[in-house]
């Protein structure tokens, strides 16, 4: 029987050079020390040596040709992290960072976050180091088509479900789900996030960050507090941080910034939505386009988005964007609460001086869930052959959310770590999948 900390050396040894693995594994670790002492089996029965070595991982050529008639090779990736709640399911991440440490990162996170939501699902996740920015759509077409050419033979709606990440949306999920129904000659719910006339669900596309505010809102509430009328930051301008911005004006705050990777902008009348989403989702253009056309709004190429002062910060563009240095700077300025729409985006020290300085912090694995959560409902409409109305998967995904906020905090208070979110999801994840695998033997 190994120890946590043999354990811990096992994992660097096996993995040594995936330092946001080895990040999102430390995190979880940490927490898990509480429940040991409780639960020596986990140890014992080599669980946690299991849980931290995926299943199965796919690396694969994706070859494709460019608009110019060059032949292009790009990485694919999907690892099939474990199954011991359900189907494999997480999105896919097409972005030049990624490399096997991101999505490995991606998919642990992805096992107690998709354990969260109570549905039938464990946690896999893939993607490419494709770059889709300046791409043609034709371009897309058929890097999307050469990545399901592979892709296909290992997946299927009772084995791996992906779905959208950072770079993969409608678009995407529609040429992938083409090429799959070609190959295989059938027509399966095997992607989530599809087109509504074919499979999709309502919902879907706002859920992520409307889940986000159901999260925030229920954590303010708890603490007496509420989103209206508070002054709100959020980083990125992608499917999350929009439809964030869109649910926390509808929840009576003040979305003040957004940003994407060229740099941020600041509107302290209150982002103008149509015209962001416009430039986003429609246009595809680089942020500095708001300021150009709203004169009382400015660009900033430089510095951090998260200097300017605010009630609440909500990331949602890429894991470790925000810093220490971020963090304190939003404590100088009182910041109330910081809850993630992206995976890990908190540094592990800013995480820590959020916590010490009693700020209200709730990791992306517990408040970014809406969005697999509603995957989970696309698969359950799919399987029924039937779909839901806007207003019947919104009910149930706030439902969801509630539910998440209370599992998690009624965890961390039940290990002596009140309001401490990380903890409580962590453990409330953990012990879910934990059992499964204890009741489905050593596989
Ligand atoms: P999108 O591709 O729609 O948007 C991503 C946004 O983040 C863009 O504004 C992008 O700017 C910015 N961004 C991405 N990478 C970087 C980077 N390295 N530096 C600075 N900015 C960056 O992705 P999503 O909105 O879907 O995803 C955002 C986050 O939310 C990710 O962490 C993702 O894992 C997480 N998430 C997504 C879910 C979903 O359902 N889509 C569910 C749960 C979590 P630019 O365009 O300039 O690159
Ligand atoms: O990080 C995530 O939870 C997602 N990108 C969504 C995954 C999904 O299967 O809907």
């Known amino acids: 029987m190994k120890t946590l900390e043999q354990l811990k050396q096992t994992i660097m040894k096996r993995n040594p050079n995936d330092e946001e693995f080895l990040q999102a594994v430390d995190e979880v670790l940490q927490s898990l020390s509480l429940v040991l002492n409780k639960h020596p089996e986990f140890l014992n029965e080599g669980i946690l040596e299991r849980i931290v070595e995926p299943e199965r991982q796919l690396m694969f050529r994706v070859p494709w040709v460019d608009d110019q008639g060059n032949v292009q090779v790009n990485r694919g990736y999907r690892v099939e992290f474990n199954s011991a709640l359900g189907p494999y399911k997480g999105g896919l991440r097409f972005h030049p960072s990624v490399n096997i440490s991101i999505i490995k990162f991606l998919g642990f996170e992805q096992i107690f976050k998709n354990a969260l939501t109570g549905l039938a699902m464990g946690g896999g996740k893939g993607g490419s180091d494709f770059d889709p920015k300046g791409k043609s759509d034709q371009e897309i077409m058929r890097f999307c088509q050469s990545f399901m050419t592979e892709l296909a033979r290992h997946i299927g709606p009772d084995t791996d479900v992906p779905a959208g990440d950072i770079g993969v949306g409608a678009r995407e999920i529609g040429y992938l789900f083409g090429q799959y129904k070609r190959i295989r000659n059938a027509f399966h719910g095997v992607l989530t ?24 809102e229920a954590m303010l509430q708890d603490h007496n507090q509420s989103m209206k009328g508070k002054k709100i930051i959020i980083s990125g301008s992608g499917n999350v941080a929009i439809y964030a911005a869109e649910k926390a004006q509808q929840l009576g705050a003040c979305v003040i910034a957004m940003s994407d990777s060229s740099g941020y902008i600041v509107d302290e009348q209150g982002i103008d939505l149509a015209l962001l989403k416009d430039i986003k989702e429609v246009r595809r253009e680089r942020i500095h386009v708001y300021a150009q056309e709203k004169t009382n709004a400015s660009f900033h190429n430089s510095g951090s988005i998260w200097q300017i002062a ?9 894991q470790n964007e925000l810093t220490k240095e971020d963090a304190q700077a939003l404590v100088n300025h ?10 890990m985006p908190t540094t592990p020290e800013a995480i820590e001086i959020f916590q010490s300085n009693g700020v209200l912090y709730a990791p992306g694995k517990a408040s970014n869930a809406g969005g697999v959560a509603t995957s989970g409902l696309e698969m359950a409409q799919n399987a029924a052959r039937l779909s839901w109305s806007f207003e019947e998967v919104d009910q149930r995904l706030q439902q969801i ?27 409330a994840g953990f012990l879910k ?11």
Request: charged share 15%; aromatic share 8%.
């Open 334 to 343: 009182h910041v109330l609460a910081v809850a993630e729409g992206a995976n």
């Open 401 to 427: 959310m509630q539910d998440i906020y209370y599992q998690v905090s009624q965890t961390a208070r039940q290990y002596g770590k009140e309001d401490n979110l990380v903890v409580g999801a962590n453990i």
């Open 433 to 443: 999948v934990a059992k499964a695998m204890q009741e489905q033997g050593v596989v």
């Open 310 to 318: 605010c009630d609440i910060a909500l990331p949602c563009a890429t």
């Open 193 to 216: 996030g599809k087109g509504l006339t074919w499979g999709g669900s309502l919902v879907r596309t706002q859920a992520t960050g409307y889940g986000l505010c159901y999260f925030t």
